[in-house]
């Protein structure tokens, strides 16, 4: 059964920090690319980033690019997503899913309708 466990979220300042972690089990790391999806309230899921270990490629939303960072330890099972110099846009619920390689598109990473299993989310809120 796939599983995921997802942490790091919380209140922070405007310009502050957080690394969410993304504990996955169920299915083996190598075969899947995991993503990072964000919903804020009234909006639409959207992709954050992306972490493929088939073409050994990271990708990155406009929005996060310079920002955030996105980094896997295979060995744990664990996806990260570190998130620097955060704003009050940023609030939202993120959320890591995966698909497996052979549904991976490095084109289409930051679409949700192809991910495969999806974790509960964790509420990341920044105040101004």
């Known amino acids: 059964e796939v599983q995921f466990v997802e942490s790091g979220g919380g209140l922070v300042q405007a310009g502050g920090s957080l690394r969410l972690s993304c504990a996955a089990s169920?299915?083996?790391?190598?075969?899947?690319?995991i993503g990072w999806f964000r919903r804020a309230p009234g909006k639409e899921r959207e992709g954050v980033s992306c972490?493929?270990?088939?073409?050994?490629?990271?990708y990155y939303a406009d929005f996060a690019k310079g920002r955030f960072t996105i980094s896997s330890d295979n060995a744990k099972n664990t996806v990260y997503l570190q998130m620097n110099n955060l704003k009050p846009e940023d609030t939202a619920v993120y959320y890591c899913?995966?698909?497996?390689?052979?549904?991976?598109?490095?084109?289409?990473?930051?679409?949700?309708?192809?991910?495969?299993?999806w974790g509960q989310g964790t509420q990341v809120t920044v105040s101004s």
């Open positions: 899913a995966v698909v497996h390689v052979r549904g991976f598109s490095r084109w289409a990473w930051w679409n949700p309708r192809r991910y495969d299993y």
């Open positions: 169920g299915f083996t790391f190598d075969d899947y690319a």
């Open positions: 972490i493929s270990s088939r073409d050994e490629g990271t």
